[in-house]
Every structure is written in structure tokens, then in C-alpha cells.
């Protein structure tokens, strides 16, 4: 049973395109974060959700949008894809107060 | 502006010796030190995590020293085995429910 899970695992497309990424956890978790690992693997946050709200929005392009539409789902849309969006997309999931933040197996996208 | 520094980028250790990597911080207003351990194609993964009131907390092979004076944390992996060959990487939070903060990873691989 998988607890945070994110599809799809592999996405390749081309420049200019609009692509979404899903997330879904089923910990009962109240916060939701996307997270983006470069070529290098530095993993760097771009957003929090906590219980479908807003919480941290980090300098990201206006071109990444997420979409909580309940506490257990949270999706990454990029808009007017660029080269340098290639990277591993992470999606994670934690209690707002306590331990254990829990990541998905991540989404490799590459813009072509 | 990277708030978590880790050492060394990489680290070659042979069966049954200590593994040491090191991070400093600068945020005094941290209280919660993760360490994740990442396999390729996999998501970081929550290793041994510690709070700024103990100075060291023990799991199995695994051990965070934490010394709270000099902002900086390390983790010990004893008897180190060629399953534990990945990339480990430190981090940092104001609690658990904020965003990690985390260091550039360091790449172990331990030989046989």
C-alpha cells in the first residue's frame, strides 16, 4: 500500500507544452509539499499545503501552479514548459505538527 | 543561499567501518534535524531524525551527534555494509511541518 504515490513516474515532452503531475497520499496527513531535486540532487521546496491552503510558495515561475483539491491530493501543473524545468519532481506528505515527513517515489520530467 | 552546509560531497568506506557526514547550520530558530537516505530512482527516505534537546540519539547502526553550541549535526552509520551505499543528505526545519532545508547530499559507498 502505497503511502504517498505520484504518476506518472516518467514524462518527456517538448518545449512550450503544459503537463500536470499528480500526488496523492493516503497517511492522513494534513500537509502536502512539492519538492524539486536538480542534476545535481540538491532538493529544494517550491511549495506547502496544509489542509488545502497555501501555506509556503517558494520563488518559483509563475508557470508551476499546484491544485489541492483535498488534504490527501495535491498536483503540480507546468505551463509553457522550459529546458531548465528538467529535473525530479517530489511530492511529500507530514503531519503539521509532529514527525515524519513521508516522499513519493518522484517524477522524472524531461523537456525535450 | 544555502542554510544547511554538508561534508563530504562524496565518501568511500570499506565493510564494517564508521561512516561520518557532517552538517552545520546557521538558523538558530532549526529545531528539527532529519537525515534522509536516497537509493537511485527512489525518494528520500526518513533515516533518523533529532531534536535540539538531546545532543545524540541512537537506531541500530545509525547514530545523530548533535551539538547545539556550534550549529552542527553529523551522522554515524557503524559497521557500515554495501546495502547502505546511497546518497544521504541532511536537513533542517523549524518543526517538522515546515519546509526541509537541506544540504547538498553527500554519496557514500561503502565496498566489500
Known amino acids: 500500500d502505497t503511502a504517498v504515490s505520484q504518476t506518472p513516474k516518467y514524462l518527456v515532452t517538448q518545449m512550450g507544452n503544459d503537463k500536470s503531475i499528480k500526488c496523492e497520499q493516503n497517511?492522513?496527513?494534513?500537509?502536502m509539499y512539492w519538492y524539486k531535486q536538480d542534476s545535481k540532487k540538491f532538493l529544494k521546496i517550491m511549495f506547502s499545503?496544509?489542509?488545502?491552503?497555501?501555506?509556503i510558495n517558494e520563488t518559483v515561475p509563475n508557470r508551476f501552479s499546484p491544485k489541492s483539491p483535498d488534504k490527501a491530493h495535491l498536483n503540480l501543473h507546468i505551463n509553457s514548459l522550459e529546458l531548465g524545468d528538467s529535473a525530479v519532481y517530489f511530492c511529500?506528505?507530514?503531519?503539521?505538527?509532529?514527525?515524519?515527513?513521508?516522499f513519493g517515489s518522484g517524477t522524472r520530467l524531461t523537456v525535450v | 543561499q544555502q542554510q544547511v552546509k554538508q561534508s563530504p560531497q562524496s565518501l568511500i568506506v570499506q565493510k564494517g567501518g564508521i561512516s561520518i557526514i557532517n552538517c552545520a547550520y546557521e538558523?538558530?530558530?532549526?529545531?528539527?534535524f532529519p537525515w534522509y537516505q536516497q537509493f537511485p530512482g527512489k525518494g528520500p527516505a526518513l533515516l533518523i531524525a533529532?531534536?535540539?534537546?538531546?545532543s545524540e540519539k541512537k537506531e541500530g547502526r545509525f547514530t545523530i551527534s548533535f551539538n547545539k553550541s556550534a550549529k552542527q549535526f553529523s551522522l554515524h552509520i557503524m559497521d557500515s555494509q554495501p546495502g547502505d551505499s546511497a546518497t544521504y543528505f541532511c536537513?533542517?526545519?523549524?518543526?517538522?511541518?515546515?519546509?526541509?532545508?537541506f544540504g547538498k547530499g553527500t554519496s557514500l559507498l561503502v565496498t566489500p
Open positions: 497517511l492522513g496527513h494534513d500537509t
Open positions: 499545503y496544509n489542509n488545502k491552503e497555501l501555506i
Open positions: 538558523n538558530t530558530a532549526f529545531d528539527y
Open positions: 511529500a506528505s507530514s503531519r503539521f505538527e509532529g514527525y515524519g515527513y513521508t
Open positions: 536537513a533542517a526545519s523549524r518543526n517538522s511541518g515546515y519546509a526541509l532545508n
Open positions: 533529532i531534536r535540539p534537546d538531546v
